[in-house]
């Protein structure tokens, strides 16, 4: 129940207690181990340890729960296991741990080390396309969800990336998006969006069918 927050223009990562109380804080601006410079994502798999988006570092790194450096990859690039701005990260039940490549249009799956295992996504608005992924989120049977932030709208895909749904435009009404940001999924997998130029966090259904706001 221990709450992880990335502070981005602190260049650091703030741990809380579920009550909002202050336990400890690690890093500073910078490129080497342990340093940020814009901390983005943040994901905890089930041994705890935490993994950050370190987006303008273009890596993921990897902690314990008490903030120790464990490892690192990523670099400049579009090849297998590079990035140009990763702002999500996910982890499913079994280690994996998923990221949105921003810049380059598409979604990076890799093992808890970050041994590259797949990707997939190009840029456009076509079906498993994108342009900004930027929060990723996965329910309990392993679905993820992929906030596609320029073209206003979530999308599903199986664990390997096969393309499931999607929902959302451009507009104010309910079910719509200015521009789709964080996405989380609860036990019962409900969507929750946060819809960043409205002002408010939409919830959906697992099919993307609106619920509240």
């Given at each position: 129940g221990n709450v992880y927050v990335t502070d981005l223009g602190n260049s650091r990562i703030q741990k809380f207690t579920a009550n909002g109380t202050f336990v400890s804080t690690w890093g500073r601006e910078g490129s080497g181990d342990g340093q940020f410079n814009?901390?983005?994502?943040?994901?905890?798999?089930?041994?705890?340890?935490?993994?950050i988006a370190d987006l303008n570092n273009n890596r993921i790194q990897k902690f314990d729960s008490n903030g120790v450096y464990l490892t690192q990859w990523g670099s400049y690039g579009s090849g297998d296991g590079q990035f140009d701005q990763p702002c999500g990260v996910a982890v499913d039940r079994f280690g994996i741990v998923y990221v949105t490549d921003w810049g380059n249009n598409r979604v990076q799956v890799f093992t808890p080390v970050g041994g590259y295992l797949t990707q997939?996504?190009?840029?456009?608005?076509?079906?498993?396309?994108?342009?900004?992924?930027?929060?990723?989120?996965?329910?309990?049977?392993?679905?993820?969800?992929?906030?596609?932030?320029?073209?206003?709208?979530?999308?599903?895909?199986?664990?390997?990336?096969?393309?499931?749904?999607?929902?959302?435009?451009?507009?104010s009404e309910d079910g719509k998006f200015g521009y789709?940001?964080?996405?989380?999924?609860?036990?019962?997998?409900?969507?929750?969006?946060?819809?960043?130029?409205?002002?408010?966090?939409?919830?959906?259904?697992?099919?993307?069918?609106?619920?509240?706001?």
């Open positions: 814009m901390p983005y994502g943040v994901a905890v798999d089930s041994a705890d340890n935490v993994y997939w996504g190009t840029k456009g608005s076509g079906d498993g396309q994108f342009d900004g992924p930027n929060g990723v989120a996965l329910d309990s049977t392993g679905n993820v969800y992929v906030t596609d932030w320029g073209n206003n709208r979530v999308q599903k895909f199986t664990s390997t990336g096969g393309y499931l749904t999607q929902w959302g435009s451009s507009g789709s940001l964080g996405v989380a999924v609860d036990g019962e997998s409900n969507v929750y969006v946060s819809d960043s130029s409205n002002h408010r966090i939409q919830k959906f259904d697992q099919n993307g069918t609106f619920i509240t706001k």
